[in-house]
């Protein structure tokens, strides 16, 4: 088994930064890609930025420039630098990583438990 523990989320001011962690431990062989989603209510869960194992990027429009997906193999973290925060960036932020696991060598798709991001205007 494979866990993913988010941490960082909290409430924070319209303009302010914000850095989501997560670290994934368990049987791992090797992570590929790993990424960021957010749910906000009433709305679909949807990509927000994604890494591969390379360290190739890309982002939803809504953040480019804004956020910074980053990561470091040597810990399986990655991190969401998130800088001008609006109102809109309100949702539960869940981390996501396709693992291939031991002993198997297969690829499975983890969710981490989800943190809630809060701006305030």
């Known amino acids: 088994q494979v866990q993913l523990v988010e941490s960082g989320g909290g409430l924070v001011q319209a303009g302010g930064p914000l850095r989501l962690s997560c670290a994934a431990s368990?049987?791992?062989?090797?992570?590929?890609?790993m990424g960021w989603y957010r749910q906000a209510p009433g709305k679909q869960r949807e990509l927000v930025a994604g890494?591969?194992?390379?360290?190739?990027?890309n982002y939803a429009d809504s953040v480019k420039g804004r956020f910074t997906i980053s990561r470091d193999n040597a810990k399986n973290t990655v991190y969401l630098q998130m800088n001008s925060l609006k109102p809109e960036d309100t949702a539960v932020y869940y981390c996501?990583?396709?693992?291939?696991?031991?002993?198997?060598?297969?690829?499975?798709?983890?969710w981490g438990q989800g943190t809630q991001v809060t701006v305030s205007s």
């Open positions: 996501n990583a396709l693992v291939v696991t031991t002993p198997s060598l297969l690829e499975y798709r983890y």
């Open positions: 890494i591969t194992s390379g360290g190739s990027t």
């Open positions: 368990g049987n791992i062989f090797r992570i590929n890609a």
